[in-house]
């Protein structure tokens, strides 16, 4: 079975600074892929950056990018230039594609400080 | 773009009673919706896989007879809690998937709080 795991429970950064947030999965797949999305206070899930698999290219959305090492089945997120609202609960999740349905990692709480 | 809504954002019924919670795509069409459930602090977790005009497909241990779903359009599914419990009071999500794009993102609704009293 696919497994997603995030093995930071928390994680603080200062504003401006930049933070990584860790994710790994298991899965025999060769195509899949591969997803952050960040659920702040209100709950509502956010897509932050999404990465193929058959892509060699990580992914960037503005201040955040991806360091996807396929052979390693790791998929961190990057943060650049932290800011108060990057704060919330950050979650990785996988999904086959035909399979449809998302898997998701335990999350990350990230703390934004002054 | 790719908004989805749900109704009611927050309920609060009675142990036994039956409540029912809408999921709607407003600006696509979702062949394939996803429900979850959430408590607090930790991760989503699935609850059943809702394709527009078939059966839904439930995640191993969620009992489908007490959550039914119905994805009736291909706008809309809805969960229903029969004879709810204490122990049903959670975080309830849906997500859609648009049926136009070739990625696999799921869109989420702002979730519904169930208290069941």
């Known amino acids: 079975a696919q497994t997603v795991t995030q093995s930071q429970p928390e994680m603080s950064v200062q504003e401006a600074e930049t933070v990584t947030l860790s994710c790994t999965y298991d899965t025999s797949e060769s195509d899949y892929y591969l997803f952050w999305y960040k659920q702040p206070p209100s709950r509502q899930m956010i897509l932050v950056i999404r990465q193929e698999a058959y892509k060699q290219q990580n992914a960037t959305e503005n201040r955040f990018s991806v360091n996807f090492q396929k052979a390693a089945k790791s998929f961190s997120l990057k943060i650049s230039d932290s800011q108060l609202g990057d704060a919330a609960m950050y979650f990785c999740a996988y999904t086959t594609g035909t399979a449809s349905k998302l898997t998701f990692g335990t999350g990350t709480r990230l703390q934004v400080t002054l | 773009g790719a908004v989805v809504s749900q109704h009611p954002s927050w309920v609060i019924c009675k142990s036994g009673t039956s409540v029912k919670i809408e999921c709607r795509s407003l600006?696509?069409?979702?062949?394939?919706m996803f429900w979850y459930r959430q408590f607090p602090k930790q991760s989503l977790m699935l609850m059943a896989t809702?394709?527009?005009?078939?059966?839904?497909?439930?995640e191993q241990g969620v009992e489908k007879d007490k959550f039914l779903i119905n994805h009736a359009s291909l706008t809309l599914s809805t969960l229903t809690v029969t004879s709810a419990h204490p122990e049903d009071s959670s975080f309830y999500i849906c997500s859609a998937r648009d049926l136009g794009q070739l990625s696999y993102e799921q869109y989420f609704g702002p979730g519904t709080r169930l208290t069941v009293t």
């Open positions: 809702s394709n527009e005009g078939s059966k839904a497909t439930y």
């Open positions: 600006d696509f069409q979702a062949t394939t």
